[in-house]
C-alpha cells in the first residue's frame, strides 16, 4: 500500500532512510516542503510498517524526485518502483511535463535502476550552494 506521509510517520522514514544509506531530511526541512506540495511525500507499507519511501516536489515546471529508499529488508520486491510510478501519476495530474532526479556519480546500482525506468542521464552540469 502506497499513501502520502503523515507527520507521525517521520521516525520511521527517518528510519527506513538511514538503514537504506540514505540522507535523512531534518523534521524542519520537512515541514517547510509539506507547506508546498504534502501529497507528493509518499510511503510504502508493508505489513502496516513503513517500507520505502520516496519525496517528490513540483516547482511549477518540473517534477523532481529527491531521497528514494527501501529498506534492505523489503528489498527486490517492486516497492521502489512502484512508489516512482505512484509519483509519477501524481506528476501527471499537476500537469507536470517532465521528472528530473539526481544520482550521484558513485551509485552505479541506482543509475541502473533509474535507467530501468526510463530515466536517462543529462550532460547538464550541477551547481549548489549552501544558504
Not at 49 to 76: C, K, M, N, Y
Request: include cysteine; hydrophobic fraction near 45%; glycine fraction near 8%.
Amino acid at each position: 500500500m502506497i499513501r502520502a506521509f503523515a507527520r507521525d510517520d517521520y521516525d520511521a522514514v527517518a528510519e527506513v532512510w538511514s538503514a537504506a544509506g540514505v540522507e535523512v531530511v531534518p523534521r524542519a526541512e520537512l515541514d517547510l516542503k509539506l507547506s508546498r506540495d504534502p501529497e507528493l511525500f509518499l510511503v510504502s507499507l508493508t505489513d502496516g510498517e513503513i517500507s520505502g519511501v520516496i519525496l517528490g516536489t513540483w516547482d511549477g515546471r518540473r517534477g523532481w524526485i529527491f531521497r528514494l529508499g527501501v529498506h534492505p529488508a523489503h528489498r527486490r520486491r517492486g516497492i521502489a518502483t512502484a512508489l516512482v510510478r505512484e509519483l509519477e501519476a501524481r506528476f501527471r495530474a499537476l500537469g507536470c511535463p517532465r521528472v528530473n532526479l539526481l544520482v550521484l556519480p558513485h551509485n552505479e546500482s541506482g543509475l541502473r535502476f533509474w535507467q530501468s525506468l526510463g530515466y536517462l542521464p543529462a550532460p547538464d552540469v550541477l551547481c549548489t550552494r549552501p544558504l
